[in-house]
């Protein structure tokens, strides 16, 4: 069990009074200490109500987000990543944006092995797009990312 020390850093989760940030806002993430960094193990979000703004129309996107990762040694907190998300409801950026912006935060905030982000957004004019980002350190680039990356492509195909 966690002790008051470990979650001192953590001021969202059980927090009644948090507000819902009005504009991106990467400060909301918040982590915690792995205390397993000696396993390989994949911690994977699920997150089917993202909504974002079309840059150039400011019409509503709406898309599934999931994010995967391989921990070392900090972890992402989930209320903390829901908040951020949120925090895309009013921000203008393309799909593609989106997903690069929260693979390079969660990045930046974690410093995972390896860490994937997909995006199904659903059809506008007809056209739907999935788009994907991932990284990986020297270890676990070319060993995951060529397996995910050609896994995804696979799955989108059979849509």
């Known amino acids: 069990m966690r002790d008051n020390e470990e979650l001192s850093g953590l ?10 940030p009005t504009d991106y806002a990467p400060s909301m993430l918040e982590t915690f200490d792995n205390k397993h960094p000696e396993n390989e193990y994949v911690v994977t979000f699920d997150c ?3 909504t974002t703004l079309c840059p150039k129309t400011g019409q509503p996107d709406f898309g599934h987000i999931y994010i995967s990762y391989i921990p070392r040694h900090k972890m ?10 949120f925090s895309f409801r009013n921000h203008g950026d393309f799909h593609e944006d989106c997903v690069n ?9 974690m410093d ?3 860490i994937e982000v997909r995006g199904l957004f ?9 788009p994907f980002a991932n990284h990986g350190d020297a270890e676990h680039q070319e060993l ?3 397996r995910r990356l050609a896994a995804f492509a696979e799955q989108i195909g059979k849509k």
């Open 11 to 20: 001021s969202l989760l059980g927090n009644q009074g948090v507000s819902y």
């Open 48 to 50: 089917p109500e993202f």
């Open 76 to 85: 992402v907190e989930s209320k903390s990543l829901k908040l951020y998300l």
């Open 101 to 109: 912006i929260i693979m390079k935060d969660l990045c930046r905030l």
């Open 112 to 114: 995972p092995k390896y």
């Open 122 to 130: 659903m059809p506008r004019g007809g056209i739907s797009i999935y």
């Open 144 to 146: 995951v990312k060529a």
